[in-house]
């Protein structure tokens, strides 16, 4: 008779199967019962804190377009990602995130390191939190939690595992499932919807984030240029699913309902296709939208299309609705396409000494930075000048937290990186982070180090929170602290971590820089001096 496997054997059996061999962490006590014996053909990914663990998972799963695993370390750790795991659940990005717990014979005493009530701390910036009743059931957790994390909306799911379970004998072999992940709009509700786009005389198209997940980008394209209609991006949007060089793009909407409301002034018809309705802050009273106004939204997301305040919405998969729509919406042949943002993408390249504005930092970098390249958003305040310069043309291209919060970019770009060459692609990976964001997560560029990626850190350092300086003469709300950040040597905090680093005196040496970094054997820090200045909110 065959020895029976334990636990800790059958689980690592199923996950091998469900391809999730690469574990992002940082091991504690309570956890090396599940890392005991580390497969060859696994993955363990270092972290020195697990909110830069988190997102770094967050990174790779949004690269590969796969489930990533993240172990964490019982109340403590799950803790310290908390901040991450926000952006991941706002992001639909798929991740099982697994904590250590305590012995289960100890538990009734409460003893060090037990986590009480470990669903509830991770709530509600998870789909499901589970705790095993026993430890036979852990496979089968496995299986569901990634059931669950990968059905539409995809999401963060969150598994503690007593450390005692693992060692226990298994049942028997995990049962292995498959679920869909796209869901089919209702024929009659999308047919309507058709009819309604194609009756319009002054259609507004805007594409969210789930387009450019969904694969849907050229879809998206097709459907704005079969509508001849103007295209918006969503207010600090998490991903790019329009080309921002097309003709037809007209900019990301306001943050405000005031300033969306205005921006859809004139147009009969929105069409929002995997976006929510839409994502507001700070408060400016206003409409939704203006009189003679209508609005139509496709989503994924059960809960966007029910926290929608106007319009009537469809919930599909984006993708799946975009092709349909193709060929249920006719459009006149006479609608003319309105005129795109201007922009003069082949105007000299400033030559300026720092301290640098934004727009000289992004239009040296445009002549040098390759077409195929990646970037990571946390610069918040320079967001309009990097689109100027550097318009997000490809799919999979553009990633930004989907949190609000910052400390995301810099291991997310780590773990963006990691998937890529998980996948096989090579590319570069430009990370634009504000010298007040790099600090939140910094000890993720040891990671990249160790691993040697391909990861070019722009840093600029303007010596303050700069959007937050904005927000406060919008909200009229002086003297504010805090927001100065003074006595910062990034430079030698980055050489300190093992990454080749440099600070610019002007934009020939950035795009010097910049070029050297690109043939490096790993990753580099940039740090640009630039001057304050305060983006335009509303």
Known sequence: MAESKTVHEVTYDLLRTLGLTTVFGNPGSTEQTFLQNFPDDFTYVLGLQEASVLAMADGFAQATGQPALVNLHTAAGTGNAMGSLVAAYRANTPLIVTAGQQTREMSIVDPYLNNPDPTVMPQPWVKWAYEPARAEDVPAAFMRAYAVATQPPAGPVFLSIPLDDWNKPALGPAVVRTVSRRVHPDAERLQDFADRISRAERPLLVLGPEVDRAGAWDAGIAFAEKLRAPVHGGPLAPRC???????????????????????????DLVVVIGAQVFSYYPYVAGEYLPEGTELLQITCDPHLAAVAPVGESLVSDVGV?????LHLVKVPADRQAPPGLTRDLGAE?????APLLPDDVYAALSSVKPDDAAVVMESTSTLADLIKWWPTRRPG???????????????????????????????????????????????AIWTAAQHKLPIVFVVQRNGEYCVLKSFALLEETPNVPGLNLPGLDISSLATGFGCRTATVGGTEELTSEFKAALEADGPTVIVVPTQPHLPVLG
């Open 241 to 267: 699913s329009f080309p921002e060089d097309h003709s037809l793009y007209a900019g990301p909407l306001p943050l405000t309902i005031a300033g969306v409301s205005q921006a859809v002034a004139g147009f």
């Open 321 to 325: 609705a975009l092709e349909q729509l």
């Open 349 to 353: 390249v400033p030559m300026a000494s």
């Open 397 to 443: 291209s553009f990633f930004a937290t989907g949190s609000g919060g910052i400390g995301w970019g810099v291991p997310a770009a780590v773990g963006i990186a990691l998937g890529d060459r998980a996948r096989g692609v090579r590319r570069t990976i430009v990370a634009s982070i504000g010298d007040g964001s790099f600090q939140y997560s910094i000890q």
